[in-house]
């Protein structure tokens, strides 16, 4: 099983809303990943967990607030976002965060009004 | 920090003909390459990697050939299906403060035109 699942695969929310992305992997990695992809782009790191830690933040703004509650579960807490946070939100995994193999999950397409 | 340019941004081929990405990068300690298949409304999905003590690697209708001298490496898909049609993008591993970071090409819209 080489799959990373995201929910919800769409979502529209106002500037004033709270909303949370969820990320979950069963394959045992220990590096979990959020990356960012506008249009015609290509994603753009935003957090790095390893072992459940934080390890890099891409100086993103604190309106987007990354989670791991364990080693398989990864959210994005979204607050007070504008729209230009509108974008393709990625969670991507890897057994480490070394030179390992980094598995994408389908996104979450969000729409900010 | 690692800076990773890629070659053309559109390709436009004939089902069955060869298609040709390039890709260089800045970091000269970045190790490790791999490539990934994004098709419209889906994330990115890996199709090959390559590793520097490697110089080249094939699967089946693909390859990807590394020059660690020239910070150059490419993406060769041999035989193009239709299917093909989507964006690559290649990728380097480079080091920050806080661990490995993957770094992309800025992207290939690939289309196989029958």
């Known amino acids: 099983d080489t799959e990373v699942t995201q929910t919800p695969k769409h979502l529209v929310m106002g500037m004033t809303n709270k909303k949370s992305l969820k990320c979950e992997q069963h394959?045992?990695?220990?590096?979990m990943y959020w990356y960012k992809q506008k249009a015609k782009k290509p994603p753009e790191l935003m957090f790095v967990?390893?072992?459940?830690?934080?390890?890099i933040n891409e100086s993103v703004p604190s309106r987007f607030s990354p989670e791991c509650p364990n080693s398989s579960l990864l959210n994005l807490h979204l607050h007070a976002l504008q729209p230009e946070d509108s974008a393709l939100y990625l969670c991507?995994?890897?057994?480490?965060?070394?030179?390992?193999?980094?598995?994408f999950g389908q996104g979450t397409r969000l729409t900010v009004v | 920090g690692e800076n990773v340019e890629q070659h053309p941004s559109t390709l436009s081929v004939q089902e069955g003909d060869s298609a040709v990405i390039k890709c260089t990068y800045s970091?000269?300690?970045?190790?490790?390459f791999p490539w990934y298949k994004q098709e419209l409304g889906k994330g990115p999905q890996l199709i090959i990697d390559?590793?520097?003590?490697?110089g080249e690697k094939k699967d089946q209708r693909i390859a990807v050939t590394l020059n660690k001298t020239a910070k150059h490496f490419s993406l060769h898909i041999t035989e193009t299906q239709p299917e093909d049609s989507a964006v690559y993008f290649c990728?380097?591993?480079?080091?920050?403060?806080?661990?490995?970071?993957?770094?992309f090409g800025t992207g290939t819209q690939l289309k196989v035109e029958l």
């Open positions: 390559i590793r520097s003590n490697v």
């Open positions: 991507a995994s890897s057994l480490g965060v070394g030179n390992t193999e980094a598995f």
């Open positions: 990728a380097a591993i480079s080091t920050t403060g806080g661990g490995n970071k993957l770094t």
């Open positions: 970091d000269s300690a970045s190790n490790y």
């Open positions: 394959m045992g990695h220990r590096a």
């Open positions: 967990y390893s072992y459940e830690k934080l390890s």
